[in-house]
């Protein structure tokens, strides 16, 4: 059943089909080059109302929004199907926006392009991704221990390395009062989870599912990069005396947005196209430790002037969560000590949770991006320990990495963990307790943003509601 759900979903949301792709029958791009181009549509004639709600979000999705008192928009209605069909005709259509309202397609003449914009209910195009002229080999399994050594344990304390930075933003608290996670669900966007599948600890955690967004060639997302191993393992892992994440008990969605191979903009669509799946699905929270800057072709490049939460495109996305119940947490970005410096999109998006990363003395990480966005919000939004933080890669040990993309999982666990226990907050309030809780509230600033927040005492400060 959770399958037949599971692709119901993904053929409504993400439209993906069996004639989009290029492809030989191996898997490798074709030998003329590629391009991939973002359609932006005019309106959503034909497309699927808004009178079946069921018909475009699932159950458990639906409870989320009617809990929080949130009514279904525009932007849920799916893309004209009437629209898709004719762009069809002149290319193949490999996925898009539903919130944005844009198709992706890609081709390899690109005159085609010049006859998609003239049709009359296209707005505009713009290319996001060319094939290099040389591709990356696809990566290999890693090997992996399935055991711990003496060296990865802690006899003397039940969260093993993972104390401190659990334990300084009082996380431990509000594990022993019972809330660890349980009935709440995460999507992790990220760029490939090394191993989750196989590694004895990673497969205690509770993943409900995957799914791969980038266009073929698509690698095992078990076999692609560890990043996404090392975000999930800063949450998930329930390894007593070793390593204990900050919401054991939590389930989890693994989604895959991130082309490792290049920096472009098409992987700010692949990101949209998760949120959007992770928000169809029913997740409550949402971690992303990728951010986005520099690209490839530097004409391309974010500019300081787009640092508002509505101009970058994965950003324009990314604001809208909370007001369809979802709270993101992503990475503040490590640019703090090159000349960038600033956060990366969508770690300027309204609404959202941005994490700097501290030392374990809790002092500003240098590489930690600061803000503030361009129109003067405070960022980043909250700290956590990232530099570093103890987590587990492919591997399948733990180990030491230095990141705000392991700060970032590491508060996000304990939003959610925090949620469990204030459930009756909308997305936006529990931004807000989150803030509010942290100890540089009254004094904000571009580096330390409104400081390390304290769970606990977000938990006994607003149990009298």
């Known amino acids: 059943m959770k399958r037949n759900i599971f692709m119901a979903l993904l053929m409504a949301f993400t439209m993906q089909t069996a004639n989009a792709q290029e492809n030989t029958d191996n898997g490798t791009l074709p030998a003329e080059k590629a391009y991939i181009y973002r359609i932006y549509l005019n309106d959503k004639d034909g497309a699927e109302g808004l009178s079946k709600p069921e018909r475009l979000l699932s159950k458990k999705a639906l409870e ?17 199907p ?76 039940p969260y093993g390395k993972g104390f401190r930075q ?30 989750a599948d196989v590694i004895p600890s990673i497969k205690k955690i509770n993943i409900i599912g995957t799914h791969d967004f980038v266009c073929e060639p698509k690698p ?37 947005s991130e082309d490792g191979r290049t920096e472009q903009e098409v992987e700010e669509d692949y990101w949209v196209m998760a949120a959007e799946f992770a928000d169809s699905v029913g997740v409550d929270v949402i971690n992303t430790s990728l951010g986005y800057n520099n690209f490839d072709d530097k004409a391309t490049s974010h500019k300081y002037r787009e640092l508002d939460g509505h101009t970058a495109f ?7 969560l909370a007001d369809k119940g979802v709270v993101l947490v992503c990475s503040a970005g490590n640019s703090g000590d090159e000349p960038w410096k600033k956060i990366t999109p969508p770690g300027d998006a309204d609404n959202v949770l941005t994490v700097g990363a501290l030392n374990r003395q809790l002092v500003n990480a240098n590489f930690s991006s600061i803000g503030p966005s361009q129109d003067g919000r405070v960022k980043p939004d909250i700290m956590a320990i990232g530099n570093p933080s103890y987590l587990m890669y492919g591997e399948g040990e733990i180990i030491r990495a230095n990141g705000t993309s392991f700060s970032s999982p590491t508060a996000c666990g304990m939003v959610a ?13 529990l931004i807000d307790v989150v803030r509010r809780c942290s100890d540089n509230y009254e004094h904000p600033d571009n580096i330390y943003g409104y400081g390390l927040p304290n769970f606990w005492h977000a938990y006994t400060k607003n149990l009298t509601r």
């Open 64 to 80: 989320r929004r009617q809990k929080q008192m949130l009514s279904l928009d525009e932007t849920d209605r799916p893309v004209s």
């Open 220 to 256: 095992d997302i078990y076999i692609d990069t560890s990043h996404g191993t090392g975000v999930l393992s800063c949450m998930g892992l329930n390894e007593p005396n070793v390593f204990i994440g900050t919401a054991p008990e939590a389930s989890f969605w693994l989604l895959r």
């Open 417 to 429: 963990c925090l949620w469990q226990a204030l459930p009756y907050l909308t997305a936006r309030e």
């Open 166 to 195: 659990i334990s300084v933003m009082g996380g431990d608290s509000l594990h022993a009062e019972g809330f660890r996670g349980q009935g709440m669900t995460i999507a992790i966007i990220d760029g490939g989870f090394c191993n």
């Open 82 to 157: 009437k629209y898709v069909k004719k762009i069809k005709k002149l290319a193949p259509v490999i996925g898009g926006s539903r919130w944005l309202n844009t198709v992706l397609v890609r081709v390899t003449d690109t005159t085609v392009i010049d006859r998609i914009s003239n049709l009359k209910f296209v707005t505009g195009t713009r290319r996001v991704w060319t094939q290099p002229d040389e591709e990356a080999p696809l990566r290999e399994r890693k090997k992996y221990a399935t055991t711990f050594t003496a060296n990865d344990s802690v006899a003397d304390n």
């Open 314 to 320: 994965i950003s324009r996305a990314a604001s809208m």
